[in-house]
Structure formats: structure tokens, C-alpha cells
């Protein structure tokens, strides 16, 4: 079901579920949230007053919307599994920590760790996001609007991390198989990282996660095309001065 | 006749010895140092270093087979839910499917489960196999996070956040391109067939204040149900237990470095990381210094081979240990009856630990399909089970000799050292003497 047509059938039909960091506890919070079954008609969630929280909506399981009223701390969203959570502040370090599907959309700026380990979904920051985004993702999207920090994509193994600013030192460090898209400058890059053509079928795909992040006004032929040269897979006595 | 004089005895370096010699010359045919599984292989310290005192005029003993021992034990009470509550105090270790087969992972949870114990998973992620087998899994949580995901932390029975482990202190997992196959590269979200280092460090958190904010993460996902372990190698051990129980661990796991590994270099294997016996009063002492023993539970791993070591460590303060090498040869690693294929690998039954390389003849550290057919899960489960019933039989009878009617009841008044070294690690008496090194100022 399409966002638009998620959240207008809520402003409607019920009203959102407000739970009020203030009032309530952030166990209560989870609790509520993993207490839904598939179907339920609690569909949309509002957060009041996170002031920094940890572990915002973690572990969450269906597919609901939750807009988090503020900034939070570590972990929001932790192993989100369908739900789309939107952040309207700024996110601690690890936000989206091993998704495995669904979105999360962060308003501000991200912290360390951003999207660590995913294995699905899409995670989008309208900031920026600092050092080691996406590190060791594993097959989630991520969509960064403005610059990410160093280390970022450390030993990323499968997904996509698109950035539409510059990219710290050390980018795509001991990379597997995911694909890195840079539009600005990249400071340096790391062990096994090197550029890449940037084919149709590239060009296709980030014009997919584009559209899917609301990005508009970018073109896909902008972006420079990063990944693996493969010459770490396997050990090799030679190579050992790359590390 | 013409005299000769007398030879010397050709006459071998202690230093350069054998072993030395031949490494020296594998490392400079191969340009690689030396890969293997297994834990460290030097001698050193032990728990055949202490000694039970048993029972005398002073303090009598237990009928035999007549009176009570309890072996019990519940992990994990500090914050959990639904903690474990376990029938003997001996469990499986982490060990992954990938260096593991899986019907070697499901032999190990169909032996834990007959024993009434638990087993774990490892770095490669929760099979059906160990799953559906194990009645009570433990699921790590490595830096690596291969396979993590939600609906297997959920039926998990209790959490392993892995810090390190004893073979290897600081360093992370190691799976060789050979034993990638495509069920173990599709787990794992890598390619197959190239090689797997999996990282030292976890991604999203550094030090013991991003810890406890990473446990509150676990808890909070899965509704404070499940125990949380934190496990760590032998490295310093006072203070990494002192730091998981200030991170809120239910319970601490502490590796040592004859503890075993699927994979790493030999040099860091013998060289780094403490023996288990010199782990365990220091993290007890921790535990005691916090007011937290027998509060969170203390397991204690590396080197545990009969009922006795397991004694020797409940009796110094652990509430239950942990056993990998000891399983595997149970489930029937290194047996002789494969010597001949062995000795085409250029070893020999007992000596056996290029587990990395996936020809295990024994078919349990290998991904071959025709290799993995050798471990009947059933049969190999049903002898781990027989294993951890004797181990626990044999602790009984020295309890029950100490005059304990249960295994937790034994403690370091019980035990006298044969070695300064081992008095001193273990903080008991030397035999024959009220010496304890180090006790005393001197």
C-alpha cells in the first residue's frame, strides 16, 4: 500500500495511536507495537517527546506507519520488518540497524552506524549521516541527501548506498558485492574499493532508488559508481600490503 | 686400525625444534602463516593441577548412589522473563554451521536436548536443523551478523552478544572460500567460494557504555523475555566481566584460550589470550566485588574434558561451563577409524585440525555432501548425550565425596594445588602446603 494512501485512510477513517514519551514508557511503546497481528487496524502510530530515546520502535513486525515526533537516540528502528517509520528530527547512532525490510526516513542527520548490517528495506536521510553508513550492509537500500562520514560502507556485502553529497576517507573499505553511488567528491577510497562504469543498467536501478526515496531534480548520470575489484576475495601473500 | 674419536650425539635445539623447523619452512614455501581450527595445544595450566581433598574426620561424605547431588542450574534470573533453567551445568558451545555440517549441528542439539542441556549457534547463523533439534538454543549475536534477523531472535531461547572468544581474543571469524557452499554463501549474503573474515569488532557499537545501550536494544525487541549472554575471551577477565554485568549481561561467558575455533592463524591460536584455569578467579572476583555472583551466572569454557574439570571449575566459582572441542570428538571428530584418511591429509587421528579446509573425514567440519553423510545425527547425538551424562556423574561423585548434595556447593576449600602456578591462578593451597601464592604479600 502506498504511503499517501496509508496515512490519508488514518487521518480519516481512526486516529493515530499516540503514545507520549512523556507519559508513557518506551517499553510500553514496543510492547504495544509488537503486540499487533497481522491485519490490525492500529495502522498509524505517532511518538511524542522521544528527547533522544534508545530503541524507538524496534522489533517491529507489521506494517504500520510511525512518525516519531523529535530526535532519538541509538538503535530507532532496530530490525524493523515492514513497518515505515519517519523520524521528524535527527537519529543516534545505528538507526535502522539490521532492517530487514520495510523504510525508514530520517529528517535530519544521521549519527555512526547508520543502516549497520541491513539485510532489506530502505533507509533514507534527508541530512547527513555520519561515519560508517552502511557498514557491513547486506542488502538494504540506503538514500543519503547530503554527505556521509568516513568508513562508510566498511565490508558492505550486498544493496545499494546512495549519496548525493561527498563521501568521507576510506569509502567501500574491504567491500563485497554492493553497489555504491556517489555524486559529489569521495575523500579517499578504501582497500578494494575502486570506480566503476556506470551502465544502463545502473543507471536504471538508481533511478528506482531515486524515485523511491523522493528524490527529484538529480539525475542518475550524475552520480560516479563505486564497488569491488575482487582482488581481496580470496587470500594472496601479495596482497597483503592492501591491508 | 685407525682411531676415530668419539662423535658427539647429534644433538637438536630446544629452541629450534622440530615443529619450529618445519613451520619455518612451510612459511616460506607458502607465503601464508599458518591457518587451523582447534584452541591452543601447548601445555599449560590446568584443572589436572588441582586436586579434590574429598571428605575426612572434619567433613563427611554422601552415599554414593543414595544420596541427592543436584546438578541444576538456572541462567540467566538477573532480567529475563524466561530464563534457563538446564538439567546439568555443562552446555554446548557457539559453533557455526558452515564450519560445522548441518547434520553435525543437528547431532549437537538432539545430544543437548536428550542431556537436558542447551547448545548454540554460531557465526553463520540459526539452521532448522539445530533448531527444530535443540530444545533450548542460545543465538549469537557476532560482529559479523551473518543470518541475524528478527523472527530467529524471537525463538531464541536466550541471546549470546559474542565479544570475542578464547582461541582468539580480538580477532574475528575466519570461513575459507572451500567450504562455502551455496547453502553457507546464502546465509551469509556473500559470494560463494571466496573468502570469509568476518570482522573482530561489532558495527554499531564500541565499548561498555554503547553495550548496555546495545542489550537494552535486545531486550527491548524481544519484550525482556530472553536471557542475555555476553561472552568474551580470556583476555582480562576481572574487568570484562565486571564491565558485562555493568551492561546489564544476565550472564557472562568467559572463553579460554584452549577453547576452540573453526579457523585462525596458529599464531595467534598459542599466543594470545589466557589459560582458562587463570580465568576463572578473576572473574569470579568480579562478580563477588560487584555482589553479583550466583546473581548473574559465570560460564566458563576451553579445555573441559570429564566430569572432574567440571568440578574443578563450579567448585572456583562458575555456575556452569561449556564444551565444543569435547563435543565434537563425542559426536566422533578425530577417531581413529579414520586413520587411513587421515594420514592422506598428512596427519593423524588426534592431531586433525585443518577443519578449515572442509575434508574432514569424520564429515563434521566439512561442507562436502558426501563427507557430511558420515554423522548419523541420531546416533551421534544419542553418544554426546551419553558423554554429558558421565561428565556429569563423574562431578557427583566427587561432590557427593566432598559431602555436597549439590554441584554448586563445592568451592575453592575443596581444591589443593600440584603446581606454585596453579595455586596461584586458582587461589588455592599448594598440596601439602596453606601456601597461596600471592595471598599474604607473598
Given amino acids: 500500500m502506498p504511503a499517501t494512501k496509508l496515512s490519508k485512510a488514518a487521518s480519516h477513517d481512526q486516529a493515530s495511536r499516540i503514545f507520549d514519551l512523556d507519559v508513557s514508557s518506551l517499553r510500553e511503546l514496543n510492547q504495544a507495537l509488537h503486540n499487533l497481528t497481522p491485519g490490525s487496524n ?32 541509538y538503535y530507532c528502528g532496530g530490525m524493523n520488518s515492514g513497518s515505515t517509520i519517519t523520524v521528524h528530527g535527527s537519529a543516534g547512532p545505528g538507526v535502522g540497524e539490521n532492517m530487514m525490510s520495510g523504510s525508514i526516513i530520517v529528517k535530519g542527520d544521521a549519527s ?26 547486506k542488502g538494504i537500500d540506503i538514500v543519503v541527501h547530503g554527505n556521509i562520514g568516513h568508513m562508510s560502507a566498511f565490508m558492505a556485502q550486498s544493496g545499494n548506498l546512495v549519496v548525493l553529497g561527498d563521501a568521507g576517507d576510506a569509502l567501500g573499505d574491504s567491500i563485497y558485492e554492493a553497489r555504491l553511488f556517489v555524486r559529489g567528491k569521495v575523500d579517499s577510497l578504501g582497500a578494494d574499493c575502486i570506480a566503476k562504469e556506470m551502465r544502463a543498467e545502473h543507471l536504471e536501478l538508481l533511478q528506482g532508488l531515486l524515485d523511491r526515496a523522493g528524490v527529484t531534480g538529480v539525475k542518475p548520470s550524475e552520480f560516479k559508481r563505486y564497488g569491488s575489484a575482487r582482488t581481496l576475495y580470496n587470500f594472496n601473500i601479495d596482497n597483503a600490503d592492501a591491508y | 686400525m685407525t682411531y676415530r674419536n668419539p662423535p658427539t650425539t647429534p644433538r637438536k635445539s630446544a629452541t629450534f625444534d622440530d615443529y619450529t623447523l618445519s613451520e619455518i619452512r612451510r612459511a616460506a614455501a607458502t607465503g601464508i602463516y599458518d591457518i587451523r581450527g582447534a584452541g591452543a595445544k601447548r601445555k599449560l595450566p590446568h584443572f589436572d593441577d588441582l586436586l579434590f581433598l574429598g571428605a575426612s574426620i572434619s567433613r563427611y561424605p554422601l552415599e554414593g548412589y543414595r544420596e541427592r547431588c543436584d546438578t541444576s542450574v538456572v541462567l540467566g534470573s538477573r532480567h529475563a522473563k524466561k530464563p534457563i533453567e538446564l538439567k546439568i551445568p555443562i552446555t554446548i558451545a557457539g559453533m557455526s554451521f558452515g564450519s560445522l555440517s548441518g547434520p553435525a549441528k543437528e547431532a549437537l542439539g538432539r545430544g543437548a536436548t536428550l542431556a537436558g542441556t542447551s547448545t548454540t549457534t554460531g557465526d553463520g547463523g540459526m539452521t532448522e536443523e539445530e533448531r527444530g533439534h535443540s530444545k533450548q538454543l542460545v543465538y549469537q549475536y557476532l560482529p559479523s551478523r551473518y543470518g541475524m534477523n528478527l523472527r530467529d531472535l524471537r525463538r531464541a531461547d536466550a541471546i549470546e552478544v559474542v565479544v570475542g572468544q578464547g582461541a582468539k581474543p580480538g580477532g574475528g571469524g575466519m570461513l575459507l572460500g572451500q567450504k562455502i557452499s551455496d547453502r553457507v554463501a546464502e546465509m551469509r549474503t556473500l559470494p560463494k567460494g571466496i573468502d570469509q573474515r568476518s570482522a573482530s569488532r561489532h558495527p554499531d557499537w564500541t565499548g561498555p557504555d554503547d553495550l548496555e545501550i546495545k542489550i537494552l536494544e535486545l531486550r527491548e525487541i524481544t519484550d525482556w523475555e530472553k536471557p542475555i549472554y555476553v561472552k568474551v575471551g580470556g583476555a582480562r577477565p576481572y574487568y570484562d566481566t565486571a564491565l558485562a554485568v555493568k551492561a546489564g549481561a544476565d550472564v557472562v561467558v568467559v572463553d579460554g584460550m584452549q577453547g576452540g575455533t573453526a579457523a585462525t592463524q596458529e599464531v595467534f591460536i598459542e599466543n594470545v589470550g589466557q589459560p582458562t584455569l587463570a580465568c576463572i578467579r578473576p572473574a569470579v572476583q568480579a562478580l563477588q566485588d560487584l555482589g553479583m555472583h550466583r546473581k548473574v551466572q559465570l560460564i566458563v569454557s576451553g579445555g573441559i574434558r570429564n566430569g572432574a574439570d567440571v568440578a574443578k571449575a563450579l567448585a572456583l566459582g562458575v555456575d556452569a561451563v561449556s564444551i565444543g572441542t569435547a563435543a565434537l570428538v563425542a559426536l566422533g571428530d578425530n577417531d581413529p577409524r579414520w586413520e587411513a584418511e587421515y594420514n592422506e591429509l598428512g596427519t593423524t587421528a588426534g592431531a586433525y585440525d585443518d577443519w578449515h579446509e572442509g575434508r574432514d573425514p569424520a564429515g563434521i567440519t566439512t561442507q562436502d555432501p558426501e563427507l557430511m553423510k558420515r554423522v548419523d545425527p541420531i546416533a551421534a547425538g544419542r553418544r554426546l548425550a551419553n558423554y554429558l ?36 591462578m586458582a587461589g588455592v593451597p599448594l598440596a601439602g602446603t596453606n601456601w597461596i601464592p600471592g595471598k599474604n604479600g607473598f
Fill in chain 1, 42 to 73: 492500529e495502522t498509524a502510530w505517532e511518538v511524542l517527546h522521544p528527547k533522544g530515546s534508545h530503541s524507538v520502535a524496534v522489533g517491529v513486525d507489521q506494517p504500520v506507519t510511525i512518525d516519531v515526533r523529535g530526535s532519538v537516540g
Fill in chain 2, 389 to 424: 551424562k558421565v561428565m556429569t556423574l563423574e562431578a557427583q561423585t566427587i561432590a557427593r565425596a566432598c559431602g555436597k548434595n549439590s554441584l554448586h556447593n563445592l568451592e575453592p576449600e575443596d581444591l589443593v594445588a600440584l603446581t606454585i602456578e596453579a595455586a596461584a
Fill in chain 1, 112 to 137: 555512526q552506524y547508520a543502516g549497520a548490517t541491513g539485510k532489506g528495506g530502505l533507509l533514507v536521510i534527508e541530512g547527513n549521516a555520519s561515519s560508517r553508513c552502511g557498514i557491513s550492509m
